[in-house]
């Protein structure tokens, strides 16, 4: 069955790709073995797949993992997983559910260790999604993920450039990024529009740790709130917001080395930190 084609496999399930859903099929099975090899599984893990589809790389983490916990939004699919591809596979649990409503930290509890987490990431979630493995970070120990090429250009991005932002700094505080490899349309069906790049995520970070990783994101976001305004501007005039005075926030600036008058665009995560830690110190004082 996994031999066939996703065109010809949906055709014969008589499936059409859902645009809305951001269905993409892989087409080479190679592709999906270099994203399960990447993941780097043990006999003893727990993987769990963002949006299985037709099971190209479901059957590849089947093969090491212990248990494959298979998430799929689309109850066709799902029912082809569970009832036509591992019927009789004890390993593989296929789960008809939207993966911003699955639990990864308790998962990761019934498990006994930290995850480890691949797949496809649907274009129109890919935000909310990454925030959410950004709040459940301790659960993973490993991810690989699919996105597309745009999404992981703003996710390696440097300061002081246009594709950094508030994922920029959250991500690379959380998670240890590499960039795997690139794959062209081609290698889909039905093929986007753009290019797609997979991305290593690992817990962990070259970064100072921020005392309180709540306020830390609350302060970035605010910072970049108004993308184009100073801190002076952008920040200091939500001090209230944290507890603050206008000028217990200038101070805040003043004591980790940061001018008011830069943008927030262009604190790297380092600073960031510095800053969450400083406005954190005084706030509870």
């Known amino acids: 069955m996994s031999?066939?084609?996703?065109?010809?496999?949906?055709?014969?399930?008589?499936?059409?790709?859902?645009?809305s859903w951001g269905q993409h099929f892989l087409v080479h099975p190679h592709q999906a073995r270099r994203i399960a090899d990447a993941l780097e599984l043990g006999a003893d893990d727990t993987a769990?797949?963002?949006?299985?589809?037709?099971?190209a790389l479901t059957v590849f983490?089947?093969?090491?993992?212990?248990?494959?916990?298979?998430?799929?939004?689309?109850?066709?699919?799902?029912?082809?997983?569970?009832e036509e591809l591992f019927p009789e596979a004890p390993g593989v649990e296929v789960v008809c559910r939207d993966v911003l409503e699955f639990d990864f930290l308790a998962l990761s509890r019934e498990a006994g260790a930290p995850l480890k987490v691949a797949g496809n990431l649907p274009y129109q979630i890919t935000s909310p999604l990454l925030f959410k493995l950004i709040r459940e970070a301790p659960a993973l120990s490993?991810?690989?993920?699919?996105?597309?090429?745009?999404?992981g250009d703003r996710l390696l991005a440097p300061p002081s450039t246009k594709d950094y932002g508030i994922l920029s700094v959250l991500m690379g505080y959380h998670f240890l990024l590499k960039r795997l490899f690139t794959l062209t349309p081609a290698n889909f069906y039905p093929p986007p529009q753009v290019s797609s790049v997979v991305l290593k995520l690992e817990p962990g970070s070259r970064q100072p740790r921020a005392r309180d990783e709540a306020l830390l994101a609350r302060v970035v976001k605010a910072a970049f709130g108004q993308r184009r305004k100073n801190l002076n501007n952008a920040l200091?005039?939500?001090?209230?917001?944290?507890?603050?005075?206008?000028?217990?926030?200038?101070?805040?600036?003043?004591?980790?080395?940061?001018?008011?008058?830069?943008?927030?665009?262009?604190?790297?995560?380092a600073e960031f930190v510095a800053l969450s830690n400083a406005i954190g110190a005084r706030a509870g004082e």
């Open 3 to 19: 031999s066939l084609s996703p065109k010809t496999l949906l055709r014969r399930l008589g499936l059409r790709p859902k645009k």
């Open 48 to 55: 769990v797949e963002i949006g299985a589809g037709l099971g």
């Open 61 to 82: 983490l089947a093969q090491v993992a212990a248990r494959v916990v298979a998430l799929e939004l689309d109850p066709a699919l799902a029912r082809f997983l569970a």
């Open 142 to 151: 490993r991810a690989v993920l699919m996105m597309q090429q745009e999404v």
């Open 236 to 269: 200091v005039a939500q001090a209230s917001a944290f507890g603050l005075s206008p000028e217990e926030l200038r101070a805040a600036l003043r004591e980790v080395g940061i001018d008011p008058a830069r943008r927030g665009e262009t604190l790297n995560v």
